[in-house]
C-alpha cells in the first residue's frame, strides 16, 4: 500500500514554455485545497539535488498565471545524469519530507523522473510543459498554443513588409524533430509553403511551388521552415539556392528564434495548465504514479511515462492538405 | 442522384466573430482548388433575397486570414422569415446559377438554412461562426477561442489597477445562455468567482466566498459575469449588493461588450477555419447536404444540422470545479 | 543650507496608471547609483502614516519595469488630510531617518506634497503619473501613451464588428475633464466624431455631422466620448437621443472602463518613466524641492508644484482640426 | 507666382514604415477637404516611371488606419537614378494633371524628390516615414514608436526565457548607422548594456559591464545591440567572443528582424501621420515646396528637404546616462 502522501514538490525542467508558471500556481494550490503541503524546487533537477527548496502555500503564487518563463527557474542538470546525483536528490526530498514530485517539462525531463523513480521508487507524475507539441499522450503540451500565436503574431508583422515589397520571405520557426509549429502557424500566417522535418519536399517542388504562385499572381510569398526541416539545408541556404534558381524575387530571411518561448500564455495554455495541475496532484493522492497527464479528446487523461517518452507524436496529415489547398 | 456543384455560394449571418474572414477564405481557395466557381453573398440571408452577390476567386480573399470581422458583412435578416423573402433569394442563387450554400453563422443562421433546404430542396452546409461556442457538433466554435484570448487580456490588465488598489471588481462578458467564455476566461484570468447561466450560486455563497478569499489574504478580487448568469441581477445590481452586505471592499463594474466580438483571430481559429472551409465545401462536392462542419474530438466531422440546432452544449463541470480549486 | 540628503522614500498615489512601477524602479535604481538609501511606502499617503514602509535596494525591482499597476499599490487617504494624520507621517519619515519623498501620482496627490512641505519644511519632488494627461509642466503624464495604445486597440476590435454590421458604436474612454485620450484615440481609431469635455458640440451638430457622414458612403461609424463630454448626457442618453432622431442606423454603447488603467507601459512610458526617476532623485540631491519633473519640448524640466497643480492643459487645437478633415 | 494646385499625387519610397497607410490616408482626405484631387502612385518613383496612377477619394483609404505595410507599395527603383527615367515621370504626372508630389520615405526618397524638383520645377513635399528616426527636421519619424513597442514587446518574451534559465542574450534590433532603436528599446526593455553606433564601448568594457552586473546579483542579462553597433563584430561573434572570455553565462543571440518594420501602428504613429498628411497638403496648397513636414517641440514644422537630407540626427546623450543608471 503507497505510503499516504502530505507533501508534493514540484520542478520545471528543459526549454521554458508560457504555461509553466500557470501549471506550478495549479500545482501548489490544489495542494493547498487538500490541506497538503507543497514546495517549490529551482532549477529543476539541479535544484533537487542541491537542496534547493522552497515552502509555498497558496499566496506564494499569487499573480503569475500570467506570466511567461519559470519563477521556479530550469535549468539542465549534468549531475541527475549520475547515480550519485540522484541519490543526493533523493535524499534531500526524504530529509524535507517530501512525498511526491510533480516534473514540469519535456520527454528528457520525463526521462529523468522514471529513473528516479525505478531507483527509489518514488512517485512522480509528468506535465508535459514545451512549445514544440511533440510529446505524446497530450494533443497539446503547455505553451504549444502560445507559442503559435507569437509565432502568427510574428508571421503578419513580416508579411506586412513583404507585401509592401514584393518579398519572399523565409521564415524559421521552432520545431527541431516536428513540425507541429512550423505547420500550424504556417496555415495561420497564410504562407505559401511550409517546410517540416517529417517531409522531404525536395528544393525543386519548392521552387516550382513558389513560381506557381507567383504566376497566380501573388505579389509576395511567405515559407516558413521548421529548424529540422528535412530539405538538409539550413535557410541561409535556402536563401542562396532561391536567389540563385529563381528570378525576380528580392528573398530575405527572418529566423523568430527565442521569444517563441516567451509572453504571457494564452487562454488556452493557463487553463490547460490549471486542470493539469489539478490533476497531476489528485493522481498522485490516489497513489498513482509515473504517469504523465495530458489532455486527450477533451478530456484530462493519464499516460505511462514509459509510453509517453517512446511515443511519437504524429503531424496531422489533414493539416499538411489544407496548407496547400489554402495556398492555392 | 445530385446535381454536379460547379458553384458554391457563401455568406455569413448573425453576429460577426473573428475568424469569419478566413473561412470565407477557405471556402473560396477551396473552390478554386476544384476548379468550381464561388459567389460571396454580402449581408447574409438579406443580400441573398436582394442578390448582392459578387464573383470570388483566390485572389479575392487575399490578406483577409488575419482580419476581424467579415469582408462579406453580416446583417439580421426579416425578409427571410417570409416564404416570400426566401423565394426570391432561391430565384437568385438559381438565375446565379449556384448549386449549393455555405452559411457561417450561429444556430439562428442553421435554422434559416434548413427551413431554405426543407423548401427548395437546395444543398446547404453550416460553419459554426459565433463566439459563444453554444454549438452542438463542435468542441469550438469560431471566435470563441479569440474571444477569450481578448477578455484574458482585459482581465489582465483590469487587475493591475484592481491589485493596486484593493478593489474588488465585477467584469461582464458575453454569453447570454451559456457560460463557456466565462468559465474559460474566469480560470484563466485568476478570476475568485465566476458566475455562469448554468448554475445558480446565489449571493449569499458570492459574498461568503468573497469573505473567505479576502480572509486567505487577497487584497483584490475579481468576479467573472456571464451577461446571462443565473442570480437574476444585472451586474450593476450584484455590485449594489455586494456594497450593502459586504465591508471594506471598494467595488467596481467592467462591461467588457462588444470589442469581444472584434480583433485579429489567433492562430487556433484561423486553423480551425481553414479546415472547416474545406470540409464544407468538399462534403457539398461529395454530395451532402443539411450538415454541419465541426471539430470533434481534433478531426473534422458532421454532425445533420438538424441536430447541431437543438442539441445543447454542456458546461464542462471538471472546469468548474478546477475553478473552484484555484480560487483556494 | 539644506540638509544632506542620504535616503529617500517614494509613494505612489491616486489613480495608478502604466509606467508608475517603471518609475518606482528609477527612483530605486537612481538612488543606488548615487549610494543613498531608498524606501518604498505603501498604498500611499495611507502607508506614509501607518509607517508601512519597506527598503528597497537595486535588486528589489527586478522585473518591474513592464508590469502595469504599481508594486507599491495605491490608495485615498483621508487621514493625510488631516493635520494630525500629516503630523505621523512626518515622524515616520523623521524616525526612518528618511531625508526626502518622491510623489509618484496626479494633482491630488501633489496638493498633499506641497501641503506637507509647508508645514514640515519636507522635501518632495513630483512625478506625474495619471492617464489622463492632465497635468501642466509636461506634455506626457507617465500612463497617458500607454492608455492611447490599450484605447485604439479596443476601438480597432470594435470597428471590426461594427462595420460588419453596418453599426454606429458611442464608445466611452476616460477623462472627466481633459480630451486629450479621447482627442487623441478618436483621431488614432478613425472615429467620426470626438465628443470632449472642452467644447460643446451640440447633439443637433453631432446628428448632423453623422448623416452627412453616412451620405459620404460610410456605412458604420463611431463616436468617441470622454466621461467628462460638455453635451452633458451619459453615453446612453447620447445613444437614445440618436435612436429617436436618426434613422437606419443600429446604435451600440461601449464603455471600456478600467482596463484602460492597466497593461504593460508601452516603450514611451518606461522610457519616460526611467528618465522621469533619475531627474527626480537628482534634483532632490541638488537641494531642490517642491517640483514636478516633466517632459518639455522633449527634455526633463522642472516645474514648482504649485504651478503643475494649478496650471491647465489645454486640448491641441489642431488635432480637433485633424480629426474633422479625417473624418471628411 | 505658382500655379494654382488641383491635384496631388502621393507616394511611399524606401523601406516601408508602420504609418505609412495612415498618410497616405490622411494626403487623400486632406484633399478630399479641400476639394482636390488626389492619385496614389503604386511603388514609389518606379510607379511615378511606369504611371501607375490610381485615383483616389476619402472612401478609398477607409480601414487603413490600423494597417501596418503600405497599400500604393514601395520600391527602390533604379530608373529614377537615370534623367530619362524623370523625365518620363514628370511626364505622367503631366499627362495625369498633377500638380504636386507628396513622398513618404527617408532621406534616400527625399533625395530623388528634390532633385526632381530642381530638375522640372515641380512643387514636393516629404513626410518622413522610416522606423529609424534618423532624419533631421522631426524629433519623430513615422513608425519609429511602432518599431519601439515591437521591439520591446520582442525583448519581454525574451527575458522571460532569459531569466528562467540564467542566460545572457544578445539581441540585435534595426539601425544601421543610428541608435535610436537600440538606446529607447534598450531602456525599456531593462537591458544591462545597449551598443549602438554612435559609441566605440570597447569589448573590454562590455565584458567589464557584464561581470559587475553579475556579481550584483542578476542572475541573467540582456544586451542590445544596434546592426551597426561600433565595436566592428556582427552579433555572433559578439557571442564568440564572450563565451571565450567569460565564465558561467550560457550565451545566445537572437536577430529581431524584418518584424520590426511590420504591425498596426501604435496610437502616436497615426495621429502623427495625420497630422503630417494635413501639414503636407496644406503647405502645398499655401504654395511652399521643397520641404519636409515633421515634429518639433510638439509642433508641427516644416524644414527644408535639403536640411532634412543633409542635417545629422544625434543621439540623446541623457538617454545613455539613464540607461547606464538602471543598470545598476
Not at 89 to 96: H, K, P, S
Not at 155 to 179: Q, Y
Request: glycine fraction near 12%; include cysteine.
Amino acid at each position: 500500500m503507497p505510503k499516504t502522501i502530505k507533501k508534493i514538490a514540484v520542478l520545471t525542467s528543459g526549454g521554458d514554455s508560457p504555461g509553466m508558471n500557470a501549471a506550478i500556481r495549479s500545482v501548489v494550490r490544489t495542494c493547498a485545497y487538500h490541506n497538503i503541503e507543497c514546495v517549490g524546487v529551482y532549477r529543476g533537477y539541479e535544484g533537487l539535488i542541491e537542496g534547493d527548496f522552497k515552502q509555498m502555500d497558496a499566496r506564494s503564487v499569487k499573480g503569475i498565471i500570467n506570466k511567461g518563463g519559470t519563477i521556479l527557474k530550469s535549468a539542465r542538470s549534468n549531475g541527475f545524469r549520475t547515480e550519485e546525483g540522484r541519490k543526493k536528490a533523493f535524499q534531500n526530498l526524504v530529509d524535507a519530507e517530501v512525498d511526491a514530485l510533480v516534473v514540469v517539462g519535456g520527454d528528457g525531463s520525463f526521462t529523468g523522473a522514471l529513473i528516479f523513480n525505478q531507483e527509489f521508487g518514488f512517485p512522480v507524475m509528468g506535465i508535459p510543459g514545451t512549445i514544440d507539441n511533440d510529446i505524446f499522450g497530450t494533443s497539446h503540451t503547455l505553451g504549444f498554443d502560445t507559442a503559435l500565436n507569437t509565432v502568427v503574431e510574428a508571421i503578419d508583422k513580416i508579411r506586412d513588409t513583404a507585401s509592401s515589397h514584393n518579398r519572399l520571405f523565409f521564415i524559421e520557426v521552432m520545431g527541431r524533430d516536428v513540425g507541429h509549429i512550423a505547420l500550424n502557424a504556417g496555415i495561420a500566417g497564410g504562407a505559401e509553403e511550409i517546410l517540416i522535418p517529417e517531409e522531404d519536399l525536395g528544393l525543386e517542388r519548392l521552387v516550382d511551388s513558389l513560381n506557381r504562385s507567383r504566376k497566380s499572381g501573388k505579389s509576395s510569398s511567405i515559407v516558413i521552415v521548421a529548424e529540422g526541416d528535412k530539405i538538409g539545408k539550413n535557410i541561409f541556404e535556402l536563401k542562396d539556392y532561391v536567389d540563385e534558381n529563381m528570378e525576380g524575387y528580392d528573398v530575405r530571411v527572418s529566423v523568430l528564434g527565442h521569444m517563441q518561448r516567451g509572453g504571457a500564455p494564452s487562454c488556452f495554455d493557463r487553463v490547460l495548465a490549471s486542470r493539469m495541475g489539478v490533476k497531476a496532484v489528485e493522481s498522485l493522492l490516489n497513489g498513482q504514479t509515473n504517469y504523465m497527464v495530458g489532455l486527450l479528446n477533451g478530456k484530462m487523461e493519464l499516460t505511462p511515462l514509459d509510453n509517453a517518452i517512446k511515443g511519437k507524436t504524429k503531424i496531422n496529415l489533414e493539416l499538411l492538405r489544407v496548407s496547400d489547398i489554402m495556398s492555392t
